[in-house]
């Protein structure tokens, strides 16, 4: 009976409550439709990409500025233009790449806080088109994203250090005090820019606003394309962090490979493909999207430390994708290391196995799911796999077995899908079992 009440308070208020949330620091209002809302949740991870001028040092984007010297800031301005010349940039290809790894959009660093601009604006001479590249590199992207398939992003930040360093104005973030001759000129500018990103490129999906004031870039961008979905400024966007319970709206984490959300070289700690799956999968059942960066070189391309992280994780959702996309929160979102998801009418149910890292090809494992309970039309099945045939193992039988019980529905699975020639695989398993119920 206590069990009962527990999960029906947990139904009650992680599910069908639209509970509030938190609001963004920069969120204030949303005209998001919902239904493009309900889309971005469909599709569910993303890939976003943190680029400018100063990756060329390996150093955090933008940032750097703010407590600069003025030679620095000088040098940073008028030199590093100069040298950025990223003729190896194939927006195409790493639009593949990132669909092969599950994802579904990409969300590219427009401008950043520095205020270089990766498109031929006329608001500024601060531009890529003023470096050995010339070209218009944000056309590049978008073009290179559509034919690959997937939806549209773009990051801006109001904030424009260029902008203050010629209205000589000291580069910072916080407690910067304006005039208002000089605030009503920022929001002109920025409208301007908004103006430019959102009638030159054709339909943009999906807005990540990252600073203030981010009120004229809203309301330009909503104008102009109203089918827009922004995020941060809009709804909640957690960094670095994914949240501590089920919430059954629109929220996006935005996390890094690394420590930093630039190309950093040296003297970083990656995490592994391993880890990002687990990210990606605690996610989605907790009922948001995961937005997974990588910072590209100077050059344009994705190193290789994150290409082989983006491999993995194609490994894996090229299995398991039914389970991460179009999905909803369960009514719990996980058991001791097993994650669920559900399919929208909540018939199935995927269990994703996690922390099992040196699970054999051919063995057996049982579990028990107390939040589950089957009905006369269940069955299951382990994605990927027929269950039929482990490959020079005729003797094993993988066939999928399950039944309830008092203490929930047991379920006893065999990983026979051949992976990794040492026939062990370290990235979790995933159970489908349609036709159940919330055991309350």
């Known amino acids: ?54 990756s060329q040092l390996g150093i955090v984007i933008s940032h750097s500025m703010v407590g600069a010297s003025e030679d620095y800031t000088n040098r940073f301005i008028k030199d590093l233009p100069g040298t950025f010349e990223p003729d190896e940039f194939d927006a195409y290809k790493i639009a593949v790449q990132a669909k092969l790894a599950g994802m579904k959009y990409i969300v590219f660093t427009a401008k950043h806080h520095s205020g270089f601009c990766m498109w031929n604006t006329k608001t500024t ?31 801006y930040s109001p904030e424009d250090f260029k902008f203050l360093y010629d209205n000589n104005i000291t580069v910072r973030r916080v407690g910067l005090d304006l005039s208002d001759k000089i605030m009503a000129k920022y929001h002109d500018f920025i409208r301007r820019q908004t103006n430019e990103l959102f009638s030159r490129y054709g339909k943009i999906d999906v807005l990540f ?52 959300w630039q190309y950093k070289p040296t003297n970083d700690e990656l995490k592994s493909g391993t880890k990002l799956i687990e990210m990606l999968i605690e996610t989605r059942a907790k009922g948001g999207n ?35 996309q179009a999905v909803r929160p369960w009514i719990i979102s996980h058991e001791d290391n097993i994650w669920f998801t559900a399919s929208k009418d909540r018939k199935t149910v995927y269990a994703i196995i996690t922390g099992i890292y040196d699970w054999t090809r051919g063995d057996r494992k049982d579990f028990i799911l107390r939040s589950v309970k089957a009905t006369e039309n ?33 379920i006893s699975v065999v990983r026979a899908q051949r992976i990794y020639n040492n026939s062990k695989w370290p990235n979790p398993v995933t159970v489908k079992i349609e036709n159940v119920v919330p055991n309350l």
């Not at 531009?127 to 398939?149: C, F, H, M, Q, S």
Request: with cysteine; glycine share 6%; aromatic share 8%.
């Open 1 to 54: 009976m206590k069990r009962s009440v527990i999960l029906l308070f947990v139904i009650a208020f992680a599910i069908n409550s639209k509970a509030q949330i938190a609001s963004d620091e920069n969120a204030s209002y949303n005209r998001n439709k919902p239904e493009r809302e309900e889309w971005l949740r469909d599709i569910g991870f993303g890939m976003f990409i943190h680029w400018s001028i100063d």
């Open 290 to 324: 995961l937005l997974l960066n990588i910072g590209l070189d100077p050059y344009g391309k994705i190193p290789d430390p994150e290409s082989r992280n983006l491999t993995e994780l194609a490994a894996w959702c090229f299995i398991n994708q039914e389970a991460v």
């Open 378 to 410: 269940t069955k299951i099945s382990v994605l990927g796999q027929n269950s039929l045939v482990v490959e020079y193992n005729p003797g094993i039988n993988p066939e999928c077995r399950f039944r309830q019980t008092e203490k929930g529905l047991e």
């Open 209 to 260: 606003i990252d600073g203030k004031p981010v009120e004229p870039c809203k309301d330009e961008a909503w104008r102009l394309q109203p089918d827009l979905v922004i995020t941060r400024g809009a709804v909640e966007t957690p960094e670095q962090k994914i949240m501590g319970d089920i919430r059954d709206v629109l929220w996006e984490s935005c996390i890094t490979m690394g420590t930093q």
């Open 125 to 155: 001479d601060f531009k890529i088109t003023n470096t050995p590249y010339k070209k218009d590199i944000l056309k590049e992207y978008v073009e290179g994203v559509r034919k690959a398939g997937l939806a549209v992003g773009l990051y």
